[in-house]
């Protein structure tokens, strides 16, 4: 059972999962926690301060964090547990302070008190077990990002000791050397499902803030529906494609392992959720939902050259590949191809080299809406639908995905509320009632 960092922000909200685990664990349970509230993002900012020599600054912020950790730790008589942590924390700024300097290696150490944190808590507060997770997941080096390595961290669990309830802290493990190193930010996720699979859990319940994956994205749609089952690779697709509710490679060690995950709502408790399951249940509707993502830059390159020409697009791509900017859609015709990026930093370098053998036109402010469902693939019309639905808004790309349980499309951003009202109007006019809620 995974708890995010709104489900243990406050002493009321560690009530919760209390409850929760006490009333929905069918068995022994290894519960996962996320740093309390918006902690992480906290710990990276004032380790930066510290190491531009903003140590005083720093240290306010760390005051500030520890009374934050106090007040909720005190309700659970878990003060005493946490004194050490913050004292090793201060010292730790005021290292980053003197050297001026911050690697990936030390921005692990500092964000790691997050769970670190939160797990003892956690753990005073049900009663349970306490597991350093850096004890059981074992990284490679690459810092701030370390992927697991699955064998030691797999022959690690199997020797968990035994609890009704044992708690620690996602997103942070330790190289094989035992350095702290974390997952990458969000990776809590992703530890629930490497302890589950790890494990061999009988399920992976993901407990969060939203009521599970709905047909559509609810930052841009308000109406969408709760989709009860969905598959992992549709899970995974969404998940790419800006959803937020889920990690995207979270899903892997439990897909691989044919372990089912439920996405559910730590404040309603009592709703059913979404299942991501390893195949689909049949369903009536092709579209599971809709996803979205902003901020997308479009850029077309038309060039005459590349009529019967080869290496054309070799030598495009090799300018991107360069500037480390990973290019999303992409569609081709004989004399223009149209990409999307969403990382920028490069473009007006990569514009001028690309200018030197084609025509470049650049625009902003655009937005990728995606419609992913396995039976995208086999039912017919479903394309002829989007822009019946779509009717007078301008689609600036169109792109099936290869995994073809996705067609995603690129309009402007003024025009990405109207375009998912529409689409949603048109897909989820009936629904299947075995999927969604
Ligand atoms: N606390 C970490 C983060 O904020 C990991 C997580 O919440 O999943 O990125
Ligand atoms: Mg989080």
Redesign the pocket.
């Known amino acids: 059972m995974k708890f995010?960092?709104s489900s243990v922000e406050s002493a009321a909200a560690i009530e919760r999962v209390a409850e929760i685990v006490r009333q929905r664990a069918p068995g022994p349970v290894v519960v996962v926690v996320?740093?309390i509230g918006?902690?992480?993002?906290r710990l990276l900012e004032l380790a930066r301060e510290a190491a531009n020599g903003q140590r005083q600054s720093a240290l306010v912020k760390l005051d500030d964090l520890r009374a934050q950790h106090f007040d909720i730790a005190d309700h659970f008589g878990a003060t005493h547990l946490i004194d050490q942590p913050f004292a090793e924390l201060a010292e730790i700024v005021r290292g980053l302070a003197v050297l001026g300097e911050l690697t990936p290696r030390s921005l692990d150490a500092v964000?790691s008190y997050?769970?670190r944190l939160s797990s003892v808590i956690v753990a005073q507060a049900l009663g349970a077990r306490h597991a350093d997770a850096r004890d059981y997941l074992v990284t490679d080096e690459r810092h701030t990002q370390a992927a697991p390595l699955y064998e030691a961290t797999y022959s690690r669990l199997s020797e968990l000791p035994k609890a009704e309830v044992t708690v620690m802290g996602?997103?942070i493990g330790a190289t094989a050397a035992g350095v702290t190193s974390?997952?990458?930010?969000?990776?809590?996720?992703?530890?629930a499902s490497i302890v589950g699979a790890g494990l061999k859990a009988s399920e992976i319940q993901i407990w969060t803030d939203v009521d599970g994956m709905l047909t559509a994205d609810p930052r841009v749609f308000s109406g969408g529906h709760r989709v009860k089952t969905i598959s992992f690779a549709e899970a995974a697709e969404l998940a790419y494609f800006g959803a937020k509710v889920l990690?995207p490679s979270t899903v892997l060690p439990a897909m691989e392992k044919g372990i089912p995950v439920s996405i559910l709502n730590s404040r309603r408790p009592e709703v059913e959720g979404t299942r991501i399951v390893a195949h689909a249940v049949p369903c009536r509707n092709a579209v599971k939902s809709i996803a979205c993502k902003t901020n997308i830059t479009l850029v077309n390159i038309a060039s005459t050259r590349m009529l019967m020409a080869h290496g054309f697009l070799r030598r495009i791509f090799e300018v991107f590949d360069r500037y480390e900017t990973p290019v999303d859609m992409l569609a081709t015709s004989e004399v223009s191809v149209s990409l999307t990026i969403d990382t920028v930093t490069h473009l007006p370098a990569i514009v001028r080299e690309i200018e030197e053998i084609a025509d470049v036109t650049v625009e902003t402010a655009q937005a990728i809406v995606s419609l992913v469902g396995e039976n995208i693939r086999h039912t017919p019309g479903v394309a002829a639908r989007l822009f019946t639905a779509l009717g007078p808004i301008n689609v600036r790309m169109i792109s099936q995905g290869a995994s073809r349980m996705n067609l995603s499309l690129v309009v402007a951003e003024s025009d990405l509320r109207k375009a998912v009202e529409s689409l949603h109007a048109e897909f989820f006019r009936e629904l299947d009632p075995e999927v969604f809620a």
């Open positions: 995010g960092g996320s740093a918006k902690t992480t993002n964000a997050g769970e996602g997103f974390t997952l990458g930010r969000g990776g809590s996720d992703f530890t990690h």
